[in-house]
């Protein structure tokens, strides 16, 4: 028996197995079925390899650099500057061109400053006094101008007044302009000069046209005919991006300019071109909220005849740019077509298991088809073994060979 169990076992290692198929002659189940491995199929063509490009393989570490240049002359009159003409070395901050620059379009200019002592501005809460006790000397004011000097100053025959400090002096008292400073500013010109690389696939490109004709920059704009004309009008930005210029040109604001390339590297690369997209990425509040605009203070020093050190205090409203420049690169790549058709066959097989369920569990007819699918298999007993009550042992259940 030893022997013979051995060469059965060592006969069933080069034996094969396959599954049985049951046929089950239900329409509404086949129909199912066949609904299950279309609606599979056409995920896997449509979206997977149409829509998401499921054959490719991507690139999404895009290495970009961006120049900026802004150009546009205005002229003002004001009482604080004078007659004034405005280039874009007044106008533009920082100069050098990066990828965030800052357009000025409005001013509160507090000329003459000097280093003395003055009052505080009566706007500061923390400078009000009704007496010399009330403004301790050394002291700096909290959101203020200047050093207590350790007086308190009346205006007039009221008893409440201000701290005299030591500051540059007189102080910012103006309010905002009601009409921005410079407000023909819509018609300056923006050139935004953008270069990207794919490192992955060695693949790179600008968004300028690439011509030797000198004057093509001079004299184009972009739009739908120029995509590779990067030279865009300030108050058309501003409008695309869902703002009014002279409100936003009023009181500041952020601006956000999105290049996008998705450059399908199959095809040629005259058919990779950047998008563009224009959005306010600051929150605009309701009516004359603080909270609105954008703003920042600088000033220019000088000095006297003496050499007495004097400045021009400049709080500047104006628009922030913010370019920033995103996308990928695809390419045909065989490892990923293999994996998304390998899934996609997978993906198959949730057929057969859905009208698996309904076969054998929510027909009417269920357990017929259970029955079917599923076999029982019992011990036989032979004639000899009958009396003593013992089953026949199948010959796989005890392996002699391992004895």
Same mark, same amino acid.
């Given at each position: ?117 003055? /009052?505080? #501005? $009566?706007?500061? +809460? ?10 301790? &000397? @050394? ?128 095809? /040629?690369? #005259? $058919?990779?071109? +950047? ?10 509040? &309701? @009516? ?116």
């Amino acid at each position: 028996m030893g022997q013979a169990g051995c060469k059965r076992l060592s006969q069933s290692l080069f034996d094969y197995k396959t599954e049985k198929y049951v046929i089950a002659k239900n329409k509404k189940v086949g129909l199912l079925y066949r609904l299950l491995q279309v609606s599979i199929l056409t995920y896997l063509v449509v979206w997977v390899f149409l829509v998401k490009k499921g054959y490719q393989d991507f690139d999404t570490s895009l290495q970009s650099s961006v120049i900026t240049k802004v150009k546009g002359v205005t002229f003002t009159n004001t009482s604080e500057l004078g007659e004034r003409l405005w280039d874009v070395a007044d106008y533009v901050i920082p100069p050098q061109g990066e990828n965030i620059f800052f357009i000025i379009t409005n001013l509160i200019v507090t000329p003459h400053q000097r280093q003395e002592t003055c /009052a505080e #501005s $009566e706007s500061i +809460p923390d400078a009000v006094c009704y007496e010399d006790s009330d403004c301790p &000397p @050394g002291e700096p004011i909290m959101a203020g101008n200047g050093v207590r000097t350790g007086r308190c100053l009346q205006s007039g025959n009221t008893q409440r007044g201000t701290c005299e400090i030591f500051a540059w002096c007189p102080v910012e008292t103006k309010s905002r302009p009601e009409k921005p400073l410079l407000g023909k500013a819509e018609d300056f010109t923006i050139y935004i000069k953008n270069f990207i690389h794919f490192p992955k696939f060695n693949f790179s490109k600008t968004n300028v046209l690439d011509t030797k004709d000198r004057d093509f920059l001079k004299s184009c704009r972009f739009g739908p005919k120029n995509p590779y004309c990067p030279i865009f009008r300030l108050g058309s930005v501003v409008s695309w991006a869902g703002s009014n210029f002279q409100e936003i040109a009023l009181q500041g604001g952020v601006i956000g300019i999105q290049i996008e390339w998705n450059c399908d590297l199959d095809k /040629a690369p #005259s $058919e990779c071109n +950047p998008r563009y997209y224009f959005s306010r990425l600051d929150s605009r509040f &309701p @009516g004359n909220s603080v909270s609105s605009g954008y703003n920042f203070r600088f000033a220019k020093y000088y000095r006297d005849e003496a050499g007495v050190e004097f400045r021009t205090l400049m709080k500047a409203y104006g628009i922030r740019f913010d370019v920033m420049v995103n996308g990928r690169a695809g390419k045909f790549s065989i490892i990923p077509t293999i994996i998304n058709m390998a899934s996609g066959v997978a993906l198959m097989g949730v057929g057969s298991f859905v009208c698996d369920l309904v076969l054998i569990y929510f027909i009417k007819k269920s357990n017929f088809y259970r029955n079917k699918k599923y076999e029982e298999a019992r011990s036989v007993m032979l004639p000899s073994q009958q009396s003593k009550g013992s089953p026949v042992e199948p010959p796989w259940s005890a392996n002699p060979c391992l004895a």
